[in-house]
């Protein structure tokens, strides 16, 4: 198995992982629809952090440069470098949060139905996963 492949089959676990998370959290808070920020907004907030702990290494490279002698200039192409790939990142995420985001408010001001969508596509992606 190569190196790719072995990346690939982490990255489908993952997401599979976050798939069942999120139906689980859905299906919670469309059992108690005036608390659905809860549940919602804490599996979104594990699959956030997940999402930047690749830029981690990156921030505490940020750190430890600023300990060392470099010069100024060095200095600020290496935080807006590292800026730069933090707000791609952020891009990426921010519309997958506030899509769950939207769905914790429809459900808390009585409207299932972009809940019940939302959990059949889930349903329908998770089942691209099953072994047949």
């Not at 600023?66 to 200039?73: E, R, Y």
Request: proline letters at 5%; glycine letters at 6%.
């Amino acid at each position: 198995m190569s190196r790719f492949e072995g990346a690939k089959i982490w990255f489908r676990w993952l997401r599979q992982r976050r798939l069942l998370s999120e139906l689980y959290a859905l299906e919670m808070a469309m059992r108690a629809p005036r608390l659905a920020i809860f549940p919602i907004g804490v599996t979104c907030g594990f699959w956030f952090f997940v999402a930047c702990l690749p830029t981690l290494p990156f921030q505490f490279l940020l750190i430890a440069a600023g300990s060392l002698a470099l010069p100024v200039w060095l200095y600020g192409a290496l935080s807006l470098l590292i800026g730069a790939m933090c707000f791609c990142l952020l891009m990426l995420i921010i519309p997958w949060f506030f899509g769950w985001y939207w769905t914790a408010a429809t459900l808390q001001f009585g409207n299932q139905l972009y809940a019940n969508d939302k959990a059949e596509w889930l349903r329908r992606e998770i089942g691209k996963y099953r072994p047949e």
